[in-house]
């Protein structure tokens, strides 16, 4: 089964960017499509971007598109989320989330429960 570790949380003022990075190991990576998940204290796990296997279909939350961006690199086994214009309501525990499904649907590639694997997250802070 696959193992995902989150890096690159942080604290960063509103307006900035962070790069959080997943390394995936003990699996094969281009067997699993991708998602980020971000969970703020009292709320749910939701769903904030995802990315096919071969990194061709994308799909984002309304209240990130246009900031962030989702991508992968199949040889370093690793899927990037890219947060520019960061604001407060964006702090949260982020995590990304492995399943294996080699299609593009988009209500299975945004919800949660067809995620097999988990990392363990990273924290996330905007200050105003």
Partial sequence: QVQLVESGGGLVQAGGSLRLSCAASRGTFTSYAMGWFRQAPGKEREFVAAISVSGSTTYYAESVKGRFT????????????????????DTAVYYCAAQSYSGGDYYRLRAVREYDYWGQGTQVTVSS
């Fill in 70 to 89: 989702i991508s992968r690199d199949n040889a370093k086994n690793t899927v990037y989320l890219q947060m520019n214009s960061l604001k407060p309501e």
